[in-house]
């Protein structure tokens, strides 16, 4: 399917209208092939993190000596089936990156909030290893939809039709919307990666798996350009919803604008915000 030109979404099984609080109701996939490739990101994760602990040890001293705060922090994300899980990720951004705003969406030009070294982190991919725990944990998976925060999901549910049909796998570090598109900064970038998803979702196998972790990881070596899914085959292109217009999503409304630059974010509303502040970098 490498190069399909692939439509809106189309959603891979239905989610419940609601999203009422976690009780969220999505279909969750508990096929043999989804169980086995569970046990197997689990043993693999155990094998990572033989070579990857000392590099961890060694950013971690890095980071808490060119920044002040923690090194590694916890940060809610909702998984499989809407359960809330923690995620760990090594800080790359200042501690007060969200004090004034709550939790954002970053746009995709360069973000002030970013330390010196958290860019590399970023850049590299090196601020996702601690996530290999919750792999080994069984709270996520090496490839799969990327897990979103509580704060954004509960919007995003009413706003993108099937949205929760992506929580019916467990998430991933890395994934095939991942590897294909940038960043959201707004509702019709979350649609496109829905589409990719519940693509994955559909055709998921462990020769897909592969593929995808290794792109992942030449783009980590600088393959960058789209150079590196045009090389395994991953290459996909998911048509827009509108040719000429988004939807910024501030407190939790939807404002259609023109799509005229690629510095919009997503805001959620301050009392979400002072809760979410307690569990993230900010």
Request: glycine share 8%; hydrophobic share 45%.
């Amino acid at each position: 399917m490498a190069n399909a030109d692939l439509a809106a979404p189309a959603t891979c099984r239905r989610a419940a209208d609601e999203f009422d609080g976690w009780s969220v109701g999505a279909p969750t996939v508990d096929s043999m092939k989804f169980r086995l490739k569970s046990l197997a990101d689990r043993l693999t994760a155990a094998l990572l993190l033989l070579p990857a602990l000392p590099l961890i040890g060694l950013l971690v001293l890095a980071i808490r000596l060119t920044s002040r705060g923690p090194a590694v922090y916890r940060q809610t994300r909702v998984g499989k089936g809407g359960r809330i899980f923690t995620m760990y990720k090594l800080r790359s951004m200042r501690m007060d990156a969200e004090a004034a705003t709550g939790p954002v969406w970053a746009g995709l030009s360069s973000d002030s909030r970013v330390t010196p070294l958290g860019y590399w982190l970023r850049r590299l991919h090196l601020d996702e290893l601690p996530q290999l725990f919750n792999v080994l944990s069984g709270e996520m998976s090496l490839v799969g939809p990327r897990p979103e925060r509580p704060e954004f999901v509960k919007v995003l549910a009413d706003q993108v039709d099937g949205y929760l049909d992506r929580l019916g796998v467990l998430p991933g570090i890395t994934g095939l919307a991942q590897i294909n598109l940038p960043p959201d900064t707004d509702l019709e970038s979350v649609r496109r990666k829905l589409v990719l998803d519940c693509e994955y979702i559909r055709t998921s196998s462990l020769f897909l798996d592969l593929r995808i972790v290794a792109c992942t990881a030449l783009r980590v070596f600088g393959l960058r350009g789209g150079r590196a899914v045009q090389l395994l085959g991953l290459h996909r292109k998911v048509a827009r919803a509108s040719a000429d217009t988004s939807a910024e999503l501030t407190h939790g409304h939807v404002t259609p604008h023109y799509a005229t630059s690629s510095s919009h974010v997503l805001v959620i509303s301050r009392p979400h915000a002072q809760e979410a502040l307690r569990s993230t970098e900010a």
